[in-house]
């Protein structure tokens, strides 16, 4: 069971004064959880870190307007630790506050470790005291105990509801053939694509257990469907960007995507499209070593700015995305004069000839399958950028 594996390494972790993140991931999903002396800082990872972000803020300080726009964030720490230190410095929320925003989204992630399957984990070191957070918000080895007690209760319950195929990330939403009249109108403004089973919760001020079961008889008739969502998407927020020269600068990003400083012309960059976190983790750990620059593009579309900015070496496309193909994807940035020769391997587990077929017609250059091999993966890269 994943969560008596979670306890073990916790407590191992917080008796050796340790500082780095412990990562937990499989093909789908990552999870980091920061520490820092042995104390656990902070947890993310799942599909909504933002909306988990906000649920917090709304138990805990809900006058605290944290969507400004910060002076220098670096991209070394979680951006919630920041902004979590400066609402404290500029006295905007207590330090308890900050605890209690901590200890919720911990225990939402906690939970939702505990439902994932396959888990592998990894350990980074990184240095002591980054966060510039008061040291009595890092939760202590009772506090993870009792935040993970509470998880595994949560979870027993939503098992015990027979519950464990689903996932409170997930949003119901109207079908389209339902009549709407059968719900009721209160009830309505939940079912709109912008509330989660998570939301529902802190709407209703019920537990996500009680939420999930309150709905399953519609769910059960077709009137209702559980549905992914995205996250929400996050304010430009000024970013501190690490350059191999002298220089450096402060330019506007978004968090869900890697800034690539304009200043680094040596390496070689590799822009990866594919919405799992998972994958980027694993390519950033063979290419970064290996004398490359990574670009994360986790939606293409939103994305597509970046890459006409930082004209990347070579594409990673992954051919099967959320909200679009790979194909159209692919065809996209061949009609784009700025990528008419730019070489884009697919990532994919379907390789078979009528895949390729309809590849080569798009203009895929290349295949490789999907997660790559370390040696596949630098082979095929270096076959396409001559350093």
Known sequence: MILTRLTEELDKLSKHSTNGILIFYNHTVLWNLHF???????????????????????????????????????????????????????????????????????????????NSKDLKNDWKPTQKDIFHLPQLIALSSWEILSVLTKATNTQKKWQAAGLDHLSPCLAPILSPTANPQVIPDSEKKYFNSNFTLWDMAIEQEKSVTEVAVSIMPWVDKGVLELQKIPDLPLPTIKQVVAVTNSQSENKPIT???????????????????????????????????????????PEPMRGFSQLIEYKPDLILLDLLLPNADGYSICKFLRDTPTFRNTPIIFLTERNNPVDRAHAMLVGATEFLGKPPQPEDLLQIVQKYIRQ
């Open 36 to 114: 820092n002396d042995g104390k656990l800082i902070y947890a993310t990872g799942g599909m909504h870190p933002v909306r988990r972000w906000n649920r917090a803020l709304k138990q805990h300080c809900p006058n605290w307007d944290w969507n400004f726009e910060s002076p220098e964030l670096s991209e070394n720490q979680p951006w919630e630790c920041q902004l979590l230190a400066q609402g404290i410095s500029r006295k905007q929320l207590s330090a308890i506050q900050a605890k209690l925003v901590i200890r919720t989204i911990v225990q939402e992630c906690f939970f939702e470790l505990g």
């Open 255 to 297: 968090f869900v995507q890697e800034a690539v400083p304009k200043s680094v012309e040596k390496q070689p960059l590799i822009a990866c499209i594919d919405d799992s976190p998972v994958l980027a983790y694993t390519l950033r750990k063979i290419l970064i070593p290996a004398g490359y620059q990574m670009l994360s593009i």
